[in-house]
């Protein structure tokens, strides 16, 4: 049998059923605590070929234990379980995951020109929420599966989909698969990639910094000391540190990218009144992480920075600003450009698109940098979708781009598992 020949066969007979799979998905509106209905969906069709299920709620706990960089945001995940589908192999063989996730962004008031829970196939896109970020990855990484399992091949290694939650609020739930003891010899996280390959992920984390003023009357401003004004040295402070590590953080995957780690910030705010000296002003902030260095040690840069800044200011100096650190926080990763299965990605994605991918870092955080740096499995994201449409009103993504990486990925799995 040409295996290559019966891969795109079986995926193009599949065609309208992968669309029809797809739109069904985006039509379950599972945002952050609503995604037990989607999920049950999945493991059902999971189970229709032949996957052992579990179905499993991640113990917040357990995961703030274990993992302290991994943004565990709420204690209750009752309707929110991990879904993970495991087709076993005969032996001897290389495992695989393939990864995705299946909470997506609120809507929002945004201009929808239809529902976005409609799924509505319009000529050769799907709209919806969730459409590239990303339940076309999920559908892709399922009928590549349902391929191999139509084609009767069987898998000497065990092929593993895991369709996780919390996602896109930092990672508990993929960090949940591992305290579940699903590891593998490789994964493939199937974000919208536009189907480029990304051996590597930044990470990136939420700040705040509390900068301490004396208040004062504003006809008198002059007894008083504008937190304003302080907050502009943290500021300063924090995009020469930014500069600094433009040079001293590069990365190979990320030579594209002008600055490819940003600080930026996202919200400045302070004072209460027009005709008073602001006694506190806040910052708030994203600062992006290099897949080679820990969440740990770009928190000591930023507070170093903001820390010396504050010495060469005698006001600053002695009411030091006050640095936490909140929100969302995503760990980055990365593996070696010519790995093992970075090639085989490569190679596939060659057959059936008769063009070179391109490679480089993800320009965002996603899951990689959890199952690498926890789950030592050397990871790659690689799936359909535009990134640059995901999170916005009208959200789509390309039939072609699903069926095409379908088609990769069936052969991805046959190449390693085999």
């Known amino acids: 049998m040409d295996v290559v020949k019966a891969i795109d066969k079986e995926v193009e007979k599949m065609r309208e059923e992968i669309i029809e799979f797809t739109s069904s998905l985006i039509q379950f509106p599972s945002i952050q605590g609503e995604e037990e209905a989607a999920q049950l969906f999945f493991a059902k069709k999971l189970e229709e070929i032949g996957c052992i299920i579990d179905i499993f709620k991640p113990d917040s706990q357990e995961l703030r234990q274990n993992y302290k960089d991994v943004l565990v945001s709420r204690n209750d995940f009752t ?12 032996g001897k063989g290389k495992s695989i995951i393939l990864n995705s996730h299946m909470d997506v962004v609120p809507a929002g008031d945004q201009d929808w020109k239809e529902s976005p829970w409609s799924g509505k196939v319009v000529n050769d896109k ?50 949940a698969t591992l305290l579940r003891g699903y590891k593998a010899d490789a994964a493939i996280i199937t974000e919208p990639t536009d189907m480029k390959i990304y051996p590597a992920c930044m990470g990136s984390m939420w700040f705040r910094i509390k900068v301490k003023g004396k208040a004062a009357h504003g006809a008198t401003a002059y007894l008083g000391v504008n937190a304003v004004e302080k907050a502009y040295v943290v500021y300063e402070a924090l995009k020469n540190l930014e500069n600094i590590r433009s040079i001293d953080k590069t990365h190979t995957l990320y030579k594209h990218l002008e600055i490819p780690f940003c600080i930026n910030i996202g919200k400045f705010f302070g004072g209460n009144w027009p005709s008073s000296v602001p006694d506190e002003v806040v910052l708030e902030g994203r600062m992006g992480v290099s897949p080679d260095e820990s969440i740990r040690e770009a928190k000591t840069e930023l ?43 490569l190679q596939n994605h060659l057959v059936v698109l008769c063009q070179e991918p391109i490679i480089s870092g993800a320009p965002w955080a996603t899951d990689a940098g959890i199952l690498i740096k926890y789950g030592n499995i050397p990871t790659v994201i690689y799936g359909p979708g535009k990134g640059n449409v995901a999170h916005q009103a009208n959200e789509y993504i390309l039939i072609e781009d699903i069926v095409n990486s379908t088609k990769v990925l069936s052969k991805s799995i046959l190449d390693w598992c085999l």
């Open 79 to 90: 309707k929110s379980p991990n879904v993970v589908g495991v087709l076993k192999g005969s």
């Open 303 to 345: 507070e170093n920075a903001v820390r010396e800044a504050a010495h060469s200011d005698l006001w600053l100096s002695d009411n030091l600003p006050q640095i936490e650190w909140f929100g969302s926080c995503w760990v980055g990763g990365a593996i070696k450009k010519d790995h093992p299965i970075v090639k085989n990605i």
């Open 126 to 175: 799907i709209f919806g929420r969730g459409a590239s970020d990303m339940k076309g990855g999920a559908a892709a990484n399922y009928f590549a599966l349902k391929t191999v399992v139509k084609l009767g091949i069987k898998l000497r290694g065990d092929a593993i989909i895991e369709s996780v939650v919390d996602e896109e609020i930092g990672g508990a739930g993929t960090a």
